[in-house]
Each structure stands twice: as structure tokens, then as C-alpha cells.
């Protein structure tokens, strides 16, 4: 988990551990997101485009994931570590459950 410059490791037994932790962390890192738009050498970068925390998981046999939460106080679940790939959520899912069911199958 990175947020900010802190970085903490933990360990779990099973994924639905390991994703229920990494939602509540989420949960908790949210009401603090708030960004305001940065610029930087003639570029502009909307809070929804900043990164303020990173939640990664990394399993058995190579499975990577995790939720990135924005700026403007959204989140969005990614598979793959060097390549990340966006989790398209479905009807009412959370980031979490999205990253949950990318990871199961």
C-alpha cells in the first residue's frame, strides 16, 4: 500500500481477505484525496488524473491488481503491474468487487 510517500506490506491467506483488506483501506483513504488541478511545465493535470494512493496485491503464479484512488476522490481497479490494465466495473460495483472478479477468473 503507498500513500503519499508511506509504503506498508501486508500478508493474507486467501484473496477474499486480502481484498476486503485492501477496500477498507481504500474506504479510509478517500476522504482525504482532495486535490487541486497541478501544473507543470505548461500541462495541466485535473485531480481525476492524479494518483494520491496505490493499493497492489500480488498473489500466487503471477496474479497483480490493484485500485488506484484519484484525486477528485474516485477509485479504479487495475490488473498487471508494468502494464496496467483499467477494470471496467459492472452495474454497481465497487472498485473492489471489480479487481475481486478480475483476479477470480
Known sequence: MRAGSKVSHEQYESLDAAIGRLAARAAELIPGAAREEISFLARRIPPQRQVVARIELAGPRGARGGIDVRG??????????????????????????????????
Do not use: P
Open 72 to 105: 477528485d476522490g474516485s477509485s479504479e481497479a487495475f490488473t498487471g503491474r508494468l502494464r496496467r490494465t483499467l477494470v471496467t466495473r459492472r452495474g454497481g460495483e465497487s472498485a473492489a468487487d471489480a479487481l475481486a472478479r478480475a483476479l477470480a477468473t
